[in-house]
């Protein structure tokens, strides 16, 4: 019996990647480029002009409403996954949302988000 030729993979030939060239400035420096950032604030300012059309709103009172933004959003998705895990469930429906932002926010606050909740969905599926 003749020994067996051992087997030898076969590497398909990459093309090599794209070097990416930076940008320079005039004075041969390069250009940083800007840091993508997400806010709330656009939608923030956008409501207070529904609510109030001739109020204007400061930087840093915009910030801090940003700040406190997204602490709601990570109380509410924290909640909304512990809740997932409970049922052993591995998605987040709007049911879970729903429950999440009752368990967070108190009474009637939580009561005009859950409609409104509700409105945004329903708008969401209907278009």
């Keep these: 019996m003749a020994p067996k030729e051992p087997k030898t993979a076969v590497v398909a ?3 090599p990647a794209k070097k990416v060239v930076a940008k320079k400035e005039a004075g041969g ?3 940083k480029s800007k840091k993508s ?3 709330y ?3 923030l300012y956008k409501v207070l002009k529904q609510v109030h059309p ?3 709103v400061m930087s840093k009172a915009m910030s801090i409403l940003n700040s406190m933004m997204n ?3 990570d109380e509410v998705a924290t909640e909304a996954s512990r809740l997932s895990r409970y ?3 591995p ?3 709007s049911r879970e949302i729903q429950t999440a932002v009752r368990l967070v926010r108190p009474g009637e606050l939580a009561k005009h988000a859950v409609s409104e909740g509700t409105k945004a969905v329903i708008k969401f599926t209907s278009a």
Aim: net charge positive; glycine share 4%.
């Design 13 to 15: 030939s990459k093309a």
């Design 29 to 31: 420096k390069k250009k």
């Design 37 to 39: 950032v997400e806010t």
């Design 41 to 43: 604030k656009i939608y």
């Design 54 to 56: 001739d109020t204007g």
């Design 71 to 73: 602490n709601m959003f």
């Design 87 to 89: 049922t052993k469930k």
């Design 91 to 93: 998605t987040i429906t």
